[in-house]
């Protein structure tokens, strides 16, 4: 963070008693905490807990999962049910918090949740935001989903914890 978020005045380092030092703005005579965006991410299971839905999303091949941004005034779980709603048209049965992880590339806190859908049908998905998506058994999800990636961390560690 370069510049205050409420003047634009470029911010100098400044030290805080017990936080050392952080962006401050002479202008506003604020300490200016650097800012992240916070999303949701989810294994969604089918009501058995036996299959994983995995998405393809913005023309590409890679299977990821459901994610999506919390939004100002929502909390986390709110956040899990409105996408899980929005993106497949299922309704979230239970929930659990499974990890976190700071994401760098979009400034992006990444709370990654488990959760339980009602149905396992496909009709009602989203087309504007999912180019596809498919159920796959426990461990070909996690043959399938992108190599290498934030998704991949997540459900490796939901998967290594369950077994």
């Given at each position: 963070m370069k510049?205050c978020c409420?003047?634009?005045t470029?911010?100098?380092l400044?030290?805080l008693?017990?936080?050392?030092?952080?962006?401050f703005?002479?202008?506003?005579?604020?300490?200016?905490f650097?800012g992240f965006?916070t999303?949701v991410?989810?294994?969604?299971?089918?009501?058995?807990k036996?299959?994983?839905?995995l998405?393809?999303q913005y023309?590409?091949a890679?299977?990821?999962?459901?994610?999506?941004?919390?939004n100002?005034?929502?909390?986390?779980e709110?956040?899990v049910?409105?996408e899980i709603?929005?993106?497949?048209g299922l309704?979230?049965?239970?929930m659990g918090?499974?990890?976190?992880e700071?994401f760098?590339?979009t400034?992006?806190?990444m709370?990654?949740?488990r959760?339980?859908?009602?149905?396992?049908?496909?009709?009602?998905?989203?087309?504007?935001?999912?180019d596809k998506?498919e159920?796959?058994p426990?461990?070909?999800?996690r043959?399938?989903i992108?190599?290498d990636s934030?998704a991949k961390?997540?459900l490796?560690n939901?998967?290594?914890?369950?077994?």
């Amino acid at each position: 963070m370069k510049f205050c978020c409420e003047c634009g005045t470029e911010l100098v380092l400044k030290n805080l008693e017990d936080e050392g030092m952080i962006p401050f703005c002479e202008n506003c005579g604020e300490y200016r905490f650097p800012g992240f965006s916070t999303a949701v991410s989810m294994i969604v299971l089918n009501h058995d807990k036996t299959k994983i839905l995995l998405i393809q999303q913005y023309g590409t091949a890679n299977n990821v999962l459901v994610a999506g941004y919390v939004n100002k005034g929502e909390n986390a779980e709110d956040a899990v049910i409105r996408e899980i709603s929005e993106e497949l048209g299922l309704e979230v049965e239970e929930m659990g918090y499974c990890k976190s992880e700071y994401f760098p590339k979009t400034n992006t806190l990444m709370l990654n949740f488990r959760c339980t859908v009602d149905s396992e049908s496909l009709d009602k998905i989203n087309q504007k935001e999912i180019d596809k998506a498919e159920w796959f058994p426990l461990e070909k999800a996690r043959e399938v989903i992108m190599p290498d990636s934030l998704a991949k961390r997540f459900l490796c560690n939901f998967l290594d914890n369950l077994l």
